[in-house]
């Protein structure tokens, strides 16, 4: 065996320089390039024999480049999303732990309905929320539906992995969301549906992994960061059945706005504005009315 470098002090080493470039997570991302070089899981780092001179400088190669802010999912060519693992890269969102949440609102309300739930996934990017209901709600139909032709890419290599790993297929529809003849054919059919729509205001400023990495209309909703929601309200409002929910995630500066136009809208009742564990409003949730 040739000449191997302890994996601690090339995380270590790695951890300072992430540190210094501004990474947050710096200790995780080191050792998260360091288990996809070493390919073993995380957890089982210390037991590895360390890095043989190739691999300790494609780990470098990678930490350097994390360095610059490319997102560390990019670089390990996945993302995490509740029991799934998404395949990302440049062109689509990589999917967050908050919006984990939403889907299982979601998840939760689609083992409530009787019979099989029509569950439909507005936005859906790679796939996140709509794969995740394929996998955990196997009897449920579930539709994603996003317009960018570089997330449709992700998205569709994503849903034939996940169909040939057993789950239920989920239909892609390539459309505009704000399309007020979006889905026609499923008016007021749908138990559930969910959106986690681009919100943030445009000019806010956002982490250079998001400004240079995640696609521009992935993330910015217009002047208000509400120009994608008010439609998809609109139109939720006529593809819920009578009892449907609908689920939008939105900015935590839009606590009151997302559930004042639902309420605004006149379509729906029960409407809640939904908190993440830090206590930060993510998502707002209302019941299509009678
Ligand atoms: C914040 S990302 C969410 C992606 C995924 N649902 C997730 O949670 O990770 C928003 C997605 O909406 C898509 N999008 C933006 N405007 C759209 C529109 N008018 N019609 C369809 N998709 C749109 C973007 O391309 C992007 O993939």
Redesign the pocket.
């Given at each position: 065996m040739g000449e191997r470098t302890r994996t601690s002090s090339a995380v270590a080493a790695a951890t300072v320089t992430l540190s210094r470039a501004g990474v947050v997570s710096a200790r995780a991302d080191a050792e998260f390039l360091a288990a996809a070089v070493l390919a073993v899981p995380r957890g089982r780092l210390a037991l590895t024999d360390g890095f043989t001179g190739a691999a300790l400088a494609r780990f470098e190669e990678l930490v350097a480049r994390r360095a610059t802010r490319e997102p560390l999912q990019h670089l390990i060519g996945s993302a995490a999303?509740r029991y799934l693992e998404l395949a990302v890269g440049p062109g689509?969102?990589?999917?967050?732990p908050e919006?984990e949440l939403?889907?299982g609102w979601g998840i939760d309300e689609a083992r409530r309905v009787a019979g099989p739930a029509t569950v439909v996934?507005?936005?859906?990017?790679?796939?996140?929320?709509?794969l995740a209901v394929a996998n955990e709600v196997p009897s449920a139909r579930v539709v994603a539906?996003?317009?960018?032709p570089?997330?449709l890419a992700w998205l569709r290599r994503n849903a034939t992995e996940r169909a040939a790993a057993g789950d239920r297929a989920i239909e892609v529809v390539e459309?505009?969301?704000?399309?007020p003849e979006l889905l026609d054919g499923l008016t007021g059919r749908v138990d559930v549906l969910l959106?986690?729509?681009?919100?943030v205001p445009d000019g806010t400023p956002v982490p250079p992994e998001v400004a240079d990495h995640?696609?521009a209309?992935?993330?910015f909703g217009g002047p208000d960061g509400l120009v994608?929601i008010r439609p998809v309200i609109m139109r939720a409002a006529e593809l819920l059945r009578p009892g449907g929910v609908v689920g939008i995630?939105h900015d935590d500066t839009h606590a009151g706005a997302v559930p004042a136009l639902l309420a605004a809208s006149g379509h729906f009742g029960d409407i809640a504005s939904q908190r993440d564990l830090t206590d930060r409003p993510r998502f707002a949730t209302a019941r299509r009315n009678p």
């Open positions: 999303f689509v969102f990589v999917p967050r919006t939403l889907a996934d507005l936005c859906t990017g790679s796939g996140a929320i709509a539906v996003e317009s960018s570089a997330a459309a505009d969301v704000t399309d959106c986690n729509p681009p919100y995640d696609p209309q992935a993330v994608v995630e």
